[in-house]
C-alpha cells in the first residue's frame, strides 16, 4: 500500500549510542519532514527537505542529522543518544509544500534512551 | 503561523453527528485551515483542508465561517473508529518559500461512546 514507512518501530538506545531511523515513501512526494512527540508538548518539526539532496532545519534539530539521497528516503540519524531524546518519531511528507497540500504520516518510531 | 483554540475534549453517541469546533480568530487571508487527527499509538492522519469554501469529503465536512475567525469539522456519523485526537492548524501558502512546517496544538479528545 501506497504510504510511509518507518523503521523500527521501537528502540531503545544506550545513552551515547548512535542509530538511524529509517523514513520511505512511494508516493513520489518532494516534501518530506521528521516530528517528535513527547506528552504535553504536541509534534515538533525537526528537520526538513524539499527535494533529493535540499535538507534545512526545523524548530528543535539539535542531535540530529538528515540527508537525502534519493526522492523515496528520509533517513534521520542520532548521533549519540541522550536520555532527552526518548520521545516517539514520526516521518511526514506532502507532494509539494504549499499549504493546499495535506500531509501523510508514518505510523512513528518509538524510541527510548536508558 | 497563526494561532487556533480548540476544546480540550468533547464526546458524543455512535451514529451521533460530531462537530467539532476551532478558532482562529488571527487568520490571515492566505492561511488555510487542516484537520488531522491521532488515533491512540499511531501517527497523525490527514482529515480535510480549506480556505473559504465549505469542503466535503468522504471522511468529514468542514464548515468555514464567512470571516473565516472559526472553523467546524463535522463527523457526520461518529463510530467508535473515530475516537481520536483532532487537530485544527492554520497552514499559511507562502509560495516556495514555505518550509511546510505543521503546528500543533493540544487538539481536542473525542471520545465516542456505544
Known amino acids: 500500500n501506497a504510504g510511509v514507512t518507518q523503521t523500527p518501530k521501537f528502540q531503545v538506545l544506550k545513552t551515547g549510542q548512535s542509530m538511524t531511523l529509517q523514513c520511505a515513501q512511494d508516493m513520489n512526494h518532494e516534501y518530506m519532514s521528521w516530528y517528535r512527540q513527547d506528552p504535553g508538548m504536541g509534534l515538533r518539526l525537526i528537520h526538513y527537505s524539499v527535494g533529493a539532496g535540499i535538507t534545512d532545519q526545523g524548530e528543535v534539530p539539535n542531535g540530529y542529522n538528515v540527508s537525502r539521497s534519493t526522492t523515496e528516503d528520509f533517513p534521520l540519524r542520532l548521533l549519540s543518544a541522550a536520555p532527552s531524546q526518548t520521545s516517539v518519531y514520526f516521518c511526514?511528507?506532502?507532494?509539494?509544500?504549499?499549504?493546499?497540500?495535506?500531509?501523510?504520516f508514518g505510523s512513528g518510531t518509538r524510541l527510548t534512551v536508558v | 503561523d497563526a494561532k487556533t483554540t480548540q476544546p480540550n475534549s468533547m464526546e458524543s453517541n455512535e451514529e451521533e453527528p460530531v462537530h467539532l469546533p476551532c478558532n482562529h480568530s488571527t487568520i490571515s487571508g492566505t492561511d488555510y485551515i487542516h484537520w488531522y487527527r491521532q488515533l491512540p499509538s499511531q501517527g497523525p492522519e490527514y482529515v480535510i483542508h480549506g480556505l473559504t469554501s465549505n469542503v466535503n469529503n468522504r471522511m468529514a465536512s468542514l464548515a468555514i465561517a464567512e470571516d473565516r475567525k472559526s472553523s467546524t469539522l463535522i463527523l457526520h456519523r461518529a463510530t467508535l473508529r473515530d475516537a481520536a485526537v483532532y487537530y485544527c492548524i492554520l497552514k499559511r501558502d507562502a509560495g516556495g518559500t514555505s518550509y511546510g512546517k505543521l503546528t500543533f496544538g493540544q487538539g481536542t479528545i473525542l471520545t465516542v461512546h456505544p
Open positions: 511526514a511528507s506532502s507532494y509539494r509544500t504549499g499549504a493546499y497540500y495535506g500531509y501523510t
